[in-house]
Each structure stands twice: as C-alpha cells, then as structure tokens.
C-alpha cells in the first residue's frame, strides 16, 4: 500500500526558532516526487517545497529545507527562523508517476503554531 | 497566471437542493482534481481527471455527486440533493506535470 503518515499531530514552536516536521511514506516505485503544502487558516494550499526523489541533494526555500532519506523513506521539513506567518497545517505528499497518469497520496498533517 | 479558480467561495445551501461547484485550471494543465477536506476525514480525493476524461473517480461518495471536464478549461462538482454531511471544503487543483496547484477552496454549508 502506499501511505504517507506525519506522525506529530501537533507542534509549537518559539518565534525565530528552528522545527522540523517529520513525514515517512510507503512505496515499492522508485518514481516519484515528493512535496509539503501549507495551508494558512485562510484554508489556501501552498506549495512550499518539492523534492525529486532521484535527486540526492536535499530541497531548500528560503528558510524551508527538507532532509530526504530515500533508503528510509522519509522526508522531513525543516522550518528555520520561524515566523509567525508560518503558523498553518502542514501536509506531506507524493506523486507516483505511472502510465502517464498521477497518482498524488497526502497525509493526515501537522498543525504548527508559532508562538510569539 | 492566474491560478486556479474557483467558484462559489462559498455557498449555504438547505439540504436537498442541488449544489454545483466551478473550477477553472490553470491553462495548459492537463489534470484537474476534486477534493474534499473535513475535520473528520482530512483530505480526500474524489475523482481525477486527465485531458478532460475521468481516470479515478473511486473517492466520490455516492451517487449524489457527479463531475464533468467539458473542456480543457472547465469543470464542475455537482451534488444533487445536497445533505448536512457534504458540509466542507472543496477545493479543485490542477497539474500539468508533477506538481498539483489548488484553488481557495470552496467552503459548502449545508443547512
């Protein structure tokens, strides 16, 4: 079966702080991409950060970066200087490419308040 | 562009009316979604479409619900008669490669 599971329901974190959202996934393709979205209070999903899964070299924007661990299958996002404005719910993703068509798998999220 | 559009923003409706939701993608993408996020279920895919045809629409809930990609640059989500438990958030999203886009969002009361 292929899951993406975030496994930190919840987090807090200090103002100009570093947090780090963990996110492990399950797949037996070798295809794919993975990415986190925000989403505000306004309930908009935002792109913040994606990662090819055959490239070695870890994603970075601005202060999101992730740490990928293909042999692990995990992906966690790290947050540096947090800002209040980071606050939101936090969703890890995969696409698996088959056949031309896309198969996207979310997991259940990560609420993150940052605390002023 | 300039992204994914999304109509109504929201919408209250008396259960058993029909309601229709609009999506307009972004242009040149070739797969639009229909999801529905709630408290209880988090987010849930409900059908796909790749160049205007259905691929997987195993997440819509019943047959109350219906969706259609006319064209390149339109959808709908239809639910017909609406109950108190379709109660959520839509949104549509649209990819052309690998990275999906979503719109606001819909936000649907139903009454």
């Known amino acids: 079966a292929q899951t993406v599971t975030q496994s930190q329901p919840e987090m807090s974190v200090q103002e100009a702080e570093t947090v780090t959202l963990s996110c492990t996934y399950d797949t037996s393709e070798n295809n794919y991409y993975l990415f986190w979205y925000k989403q505000p209070p306004s309930r908009q999903m935002i792109l913040v950060i994606r990662q090819e899964a055959y490239k070695q070299q870890n994603a970075t924007e601005n202060r999101f970066s992730v740490n990928f661990q293909k042999a692990a299958k995990s992906f966690s996002l790290k947050i540096s200087d947090s800002q209040l404005g980071d606050t939101a719910m936090y969703f890890c993703?995969?696409?698996?490419?088959?056949?031309?068509?896309?198969?996207?798998?979310f997991g259940t999220g990560t609420r993150l308040k940052v605390l002023a | 562009d300039a992204g994914v559009i999304q109509s109504p923003r929201h919408e209250v409706t008396e259960m058993g009316q029909e309601v229709t939701l609009r999506c307009k993608p972004i242009?040149?993408?070739?797969?639009l979604f229909w999801y529905r996020q709630t408290m209880m279920r988090g987010l849930e895919l409900l059908i796909y479409?790749?160049?205007?045809?259905?691929?997987?629409d195993s997440g819509m809930p019943e047959d109350r619900f219906s969706a259609k990609m006319p064209n390149a640059s339109f959808s709908t989500l239809k639910i017909q008669p609406s109950e108190p438990r379709d109660s959520a958030v839509y949104f549509c999203?649209?990819?052309?490669?690998?990275?999906?886009?979503f719109g606001e969002g819909s936000w649907l009361t139903v009454v």
């Open positions: 993703a995969f696409i698996l490419t088959t056949s031309g068509t896309y198969k996207y798998i």
């Open positions: 242009s040149g993408h070739n797969s």
């Open positions: 479409f790749n160049n205007n045809v259905p691929i997987d």
């Open positions: 999203a649209s990819s052309f490669w690998d990275t999906i886009y």
